[in-house]
Structures are given as C-alpha cells and as structure tokens.
T-cell receptor
Framework: GENVEQHPSTLSVQEGDSAVIKCTYS??????FPWYKQELGKRPQLIID?????GEKKDQRIAVTLNKTAKHFSLHITETQPEDSAVYFC??????????FGQGTELSVKP | DAGITQSPRHKVTETGTPVTLRCHQT?????MYWYRQDPGHGLRLIHY???????DKGEVSDGYSVSRSKTEDFLLTLESATSSQTSVYFC?????????????FGQGTRLTVV
C-alpha cells in the first residue's frame, strides 16, 4: 500500500543553523505534499505545501523541494529559532483525497 | 481555526467494550479523516470519507469502522476495544475545490483502554 518514509526521527540544531527533513513516498499518483508542525499537546497545523507541478516553494524561512522522479521531497528551515522546536510531519496526498503521513521528526533548536 | 470538534476529548474504557468517537464540522468540507497518533508512528490513517456514505480504509483499519450519514458528522467506532487501541485520535477535514487539500485537524481525543 501507500507509504511515506520520513527521516530523521529526531534532529537537534543550534539556534541560527539550518534544519533539513526528508521524505520519500511510494504512490506515484501522489500530487500534493504538505508539511505540518505539531507543538506539544496541540493539533498538527499546516506550515507549507507543494503541488506536483512545482519543484520548489519558499515562505520566509521555510522552503520545500520536490523531486517527482525520485519520489522524494524535503523541508528546509533556515535561521532556526527556539520556537521552531516541535514535531514536523510530511504527508502525500493523491486523487480521491487519501492523505498519508510520515512518522514525524522531533526538531529541537538549542539556544 | 476551522470549525471542527471532536467528542469526547478524553475517554477511559474497558477492554472488549464498543467505543464511538465523533467528529463534527461546520465547514461543509467534502473529505473527513480519522488518524491515530502513537509515539514513533506518526499519524496513521484509519479511515477516510470522500462524501456522505462514501468511505474507504486507511493504513490501520482493522478493528475500526466508520460511518458518515451526513456531511458534518464522521463517526469512528472501535467494535471491541483492545489495549493496543490506546492512542490519541485526530479527526481532520479538507476540501479540494481549488486543487489544494489543506487538512484541518480537530483537538484530538485521548482514548485509554484498560
């Protein structure tokens, strides 16, 4: 069945450094790739998303890249801040509405 | 926040009993989802719905059933609860009119099976 693999499971960086989280997906019909941030005890919330006809998208300090041929996409956070500390999830969505998430990455930004 | 409400927010139940969780939305979104969240496993899709009475299985559907008799409500039933179903359950909704499918999550339901 459809699968989304996410790495690393934990990531620790110094404030100001960059953080990169990578995901691969198995369903070639996937055409929508969102990223969610979940703070402790809260619900996941969308931070950025990309469609399959776009290779890269940027929003201030966060960017997402997509390689459809290789079936992988990545989240890049630059100039990290302590408030970026959270669990990040990638997901892949296909026609028909199915939305599969990766296992999550716990990002810790040390002051 | 999108108008999505889960009930109950917390529940403790005994092994072998049936349990129903409710997700209610006021956004008239087409798609509704049930996920479970467990440490190390992320968000795993249980079932989802793409319209009234239209549902499909997700990654971990065994032991769960769903029903959607009207647009605003999506019910998740644990037919006979087991300790392995202790988890945090999230409902989500999305609409794809624009081609995007941003999913909005409910607050979550913490279920403990003892």
């Amino acid at each position: 069945g459809e699968n989304v693999e996410q790495h690393p499971s934990t990531l620790s960086v110094q404030e100001g450094d960059s953080a990169v989280i990578k995901c691969t997906y198995s369903d070639s019909a996937s055409n929508y790739f969102p990223w969610y941030k979940q703070e402790l005890g809260k619900r996941p919330q969308l931070i950025i998303d990309i469609r399959s006809n776009v290779g890269e998208k940027k929003d201030q300090r966060i960017a997402v890249t997509l390689n459809k041929t290789a079936k992988h996409f990545s989240l890049h956070i630059t100039e990290t801040q302590p408030e970026d500390s959270a669990v990040y999830f990638c997901a892949a969505g296909a026609q028909g509405g199915k939305l599969i998430f990766g296992q999550g990455t716990e990002l810790s930004v040390k002051p | 926040d999108a108008g999505i409400t889960q009930s109950p927010r917390h529940k403790v139940t005994e092994t072998g009993t049936p349990v129903t969780l409710r997700c209610h939305q006021t956004e008239n979104h087409r798609y509704m989802y049930w996920y479970r969240q467990d440490p190390g496993h992320g968000l795993r899709l249980i079932h989802y719905s793409y319209g009234v009475k239209d549902t499909d299985k997700g990654e971990v559907s065994d032991g769960y059933s769903v029903s959607r008799s009207k647009t605003e409500d999506f019910l998740l039933t644990l037919e006979s609860a087991t300790s392995s179903q202790t988890s945090v359950y999230f409902c989500a909704i999305s609409e794809s009119r624009t081609g995007y499918r941003e999913a909005f999550f409910g607050q979550g339901t913490r279920l403990t099976v003892v």
